[in-house]
């Protein structure tokens, strides 16, 4: 079934993936929950591209790391809109870490934001979500790969995984759970030309990806209402290149 009214909440929706997934969500007709930490602007940006392809935005800030921060985003969001529909955990930090200097400190620091925050956000959503509600979350392609640079981030998103399974089970029926694990659907900024064709040239598609892609999954995890419990990886292939 497609969504063209309800309400949806997007962590991390000021900038980059959050932003596709909220303005996809927002040209539906929905309702949308722009979360933001840092990104004040690119929010606000954000909840202006929703407005003008005529849908409603309402931004809120709660910086996620904070133990109390998914609680009282939710409750901000429950007294603004009321109910919630869809969620969709995308916020999330990427830090390189070589494995040999990681600290304590980091290792807190990553988990607090990739894992223990969209757990705590989808917990207090949960209360608020009727039946037929869905969490999409949005994982990584290093939960399935060994990445040495990014060691606690790749643990943490396999942990996304995971929690995903999980929750799909525990909140059965009446909500479903789902993962995205995209890979370079946007490359980072500071990629040269050569780094880009290298990395098409080692991935099976020999392209790289659009946050159109990764919005495709997202859509279609959000209809499928038959689906709960998966992950699916949107990466050209580069899971299985070897």
Do not use: C
């Amino acid at each position: 079934m497609t969504r063209h009214n309800g309400s949806a909440l997007v962590t991390g929706a000021g900038q980059r993936l959050g932003r596709a997934f909220a303005v996809a969500l927002g040209q539906r007709g929905m309702q949308v929950a722009v979360h933001y930490n840092s990104s004040a602007d690119g929010a606000q940006e954000t909840a202006r591209i929703i407005a003008a392809a005529g849908g409603r935005a309402d931004v809120f800030q709660a910086d996620l790391s904070d133990p109390d921060g998914p609680r009282l985003l939710i409750d901000a969001v429950r007294k603004t809109i009321g109910s919630l529909d869809v969620v969709v955990n995308s916020a999330a930090g990427m830090v390189r870490t070589p494995f040999g200097d990681v600290t304590p400190e980091q290792w807190d620091s990553i988990f607090a934001l990739n894992l223990r925050a969209p757990f705590f956000v989808a917990q207090h959503a949960a209360r608020i979500m009727g039946k037929g509600g869905v969490i999409v979350n949005i994982a990584d392609l290093a939960a399935f790969e060994t990445w040495p640079g990014y060691l606690p981030h790749a643990i943490s998103k396999a942990g996304m995984v995971k929690m995903t399974e999980s929750l799909a089970k525990i909140l059965a029926p009446n909500i479903r759970v789902n993962a995205i694990a995209p890979g370079a659907v946007l490359l980072p900024n500071d990629w040269d030309e050569a780094q880009a064709k290298r990395f098409m040239a080692t991935t099976p598609l020999e392209a790289i990806g659009k946050p159109e892609d990764a919005v495709a999954a997202m859509l279609y995890l959000v209809d499928a209402e038959f689906v709960t419990g998966e992950t699916i990886v949107v990466d050209g292939g580069r899971r299985i290149r070897k």
